[in-house]
């Protein structure tokens, strides 16, 4: 394929695009000093917005200007940077100071500005050793500054704004993970997204003091990070006390605190902080919180608290993960203080020894082959097949117009999609579209929806997965309640049940359907692919293991 040439100003354009977005989503929430950005940027000349755009993107908010180089822009930078700094959004300096010059500059550079003051063997360090070297000398500033203005004629430029821009692309985005590049995936034609309303109506932030909250979590989640590197027990242990005690407003925000509650609580208990983890976890409405606070209350011997955390766990799951440890560890917790428990056993799936001639394929294609010969379609499927009819049936539940759940346009699923509010905030929508998929021609709805969609990103929809035949093949021959069973555990916990299917589904118009799992030598049923063969089993959904074992030749 030959490259796809970009317009000079393509990275402008997009930029402009996303300042528009946010400004019109966004407008009133904005601080002065971001709508003086706006301002100030609007008003500078193509290159000069267009050289603004190259170095934000770029590492850093130190550059020096012979490493500059954007002839698409222009062939001299002068009048644009100069432009820039009129306007406040770049500066110059020659007085770097030693700490940027460390930054800015390369090993052998560095060797040639001190070559009188550094040791003999300098030359054999690598540049981190150089620049502790140089650290540990405590030059005077003035004298460094000097040595750099000998050398170096030129002033080096620091960008101003990176932190409005941070927070233009957190709004257009709704996250700190995209970025620009997300425009050039959908302009290549790379990924093509599903239209839906992005305006004051449906946004994520509903005011500033949201905004503001979304950045300190950041500050903090950086923190958290910068003493994971540092080893610092004590100082993790004061973190716990600088998160919010009172629970967010704002349900997405919650989920950062959540997660970031876990992951200092999880590394507090390896520093054997019990105490401070449990008050970590105790914020937290996120698995793994109370599963983590019922180990360590166990393990201190407050088998009370735990069994009362255990029955809370059974009042109201949080995920599949959870009702299994909640199951498990509340017989045995029981047991410990003093009571007779009896421990259901789940139901066993048909298994089924299979000998096959060695192959050089795939053990899933090896087995597929083997039942191709008992029914008229096998395929691999796994967690394709599912997974697509319940994308295909519930598509406009899925991309519904729900505040908070898209922000930009380049989302192939809503913010909140892998989540427990996902079900909870749309139950009316989703329980009436499967009641009416109860009563319909399920093959006609999924093909229309397939025609319909095709091609648009839906992370529920693997395109180059599935065929048009096959759906409908499947949606013929699978029971309606069987299906929606499969969708209704997936909209439970969309994050854990997306995965863990079956390997394989066989389809014949005579004997019906079957889902297999496939196991080879030495495999082992994982714990997410023995809760959905307990759930079928539950629900008289037909499934089997396969364990496959080689004839010798």
Not at 149 to 163: F, L, N, R
Not at 166 to 183: A, I, K
Not at 418 to 441: H, N, P, V
């Amino acid at each position: 394929m030959a490259p796809v040439e970009l317009h000079p100003l393509y990275y402008l354009h997009n930029f402009e695009v996303l300042c528009d977005t946010v400004e019109a989503q966004y407008g009133d929430l904005l601080t002065a000093q971001e709508l003086q950005f706006l301002q100030d940027f609007r008003a500078c000349e193509d290159a000069a917005r267009g050289l603004f755009v190259r170095l934000t993107s770029r590492r850093g908010t130190w550059f020096r200007p012979e490493k500059l180089n954007y002839p698409e822009l222009t062939e001299n930078l002068t009048v644009p940077l100069e432009q820039l700094a009129s306007r406040g959004l770049v500066s110059f300096t020659a007085d770097p100071g030693l700490e940027l010059l460390l930054e800015l500059c390369l090993k052998g550079e560095l060797l040639q500005l001190f070559a009188d003051i550094l040791a003999p063997d300098a030359r054999k360090l690598r540049k981190p050793e150089l620049a502790e070297q140089l650290l540990q000398l405590a030059l005077d500033s003035e004298e460094v500054n000097r040595r750099w203005q000998d050398w170096y004629t030129h002033s080096v430029i620091e960008v101003h704004g990176p932190a409005v821009v941070e927070v233009l692309q957190l709004l257009f985005f709704g996250n700190r993970r995209q970025s620009l590049t997300d425009f050039v995936l959908s302009d290549l034609g790379v990924a093509s997204y599903e239209s839906y309303a992005l305006d004051r109506r449906y946004r994520l932030f509903a005011s500033r003091a949201q905004v503001d909250e979304y950045l300190q979590a950041a500050v903090l989640r950086e923190q958290f990070y910068n003493l994971l590197e540092q080893d610092d027990v004590e100082a993790m242990v004061a973190l716990v006390a600088l998160l919010p005690v009172t629970r967010s407003s704002h349900t997405p925000q919650q989920q950062r605190w959540d997660k970031l509650r876990n992951r200092l609580g999880r590394q507090l208990e390896r520093y054997q902080q019990p105490a401070a983890a449990l008050r970590a976890y105790a914020g937290s409405h996120m698995h793994p919180a109370r599963e983590r606070s019922v180990r360590l209350l166990e393990s201190q011997g407050e088998l009370e608290q735990a069994l009362e955390l255990c029955d809370s766990m059974a009042m109201d799951p949080w995920c599949e993960a959870e009702m299994d440890f909640q199951r498990r560890k509340s017989v045995q917790l029981a047991r410990k203080n003093g009571a007779a428990v009896t421990l259901l056993k789940p139901p066993v799936p048909i298994s089924e020894r299979l000998v096959l001639a060695p192959t050089e394929r795939r053990v899933e294609e090896a087995a597929a082959a083997h039942y191709r010969q008992h029914w008229q379609w096998v395929g691999h499927v796994e967690n394709s097949m599912v997974n697509a009819l319940f994308g295909l049936a519930l598509w406009e539940q899925i991309f519904a117009e729900v505040a908070g759940a898209f922000v930009n346009p380049f989302q192939s699923a809503p913010l909140d999609m892998y989540s427990g509010t996902f079900y909870r905030t749309r139950r009316s929508a989703i329980d009436a579209r499967l009641d009416e998929l109860a009563q319909a021609d399920l093959a006609a709805v999924l093909l229309a929806s397939y025609d319909a969609h095709f091609g648009i990103s839906n992370r529920w929809v693997s395109w180059r997965g599935i065929e048009r035949e096959m759906i409908a093949t499947a949606a013929q021959i699978i029971p309606v309640t069987h299906l929606i069973a499969m969708w209704r555990r997936i909209l439970f916990d969309p994050q854990a049940n997306r995965s863990g299917l079956p390997d394989l589904l066989a389809l014949d118009p005579e004997h019906g359907y079957c889902m297999i799992e496939v196991k080879g030598p030495g495999d082992q049923l994982q714990l997410n692919q023995k809760r959905w063969l307990r759930y079928f089993s539950e629900q008289d959904i037909p499934v089997k293991v396969a364990w496959v074992s080689w004839h010798d030749a």
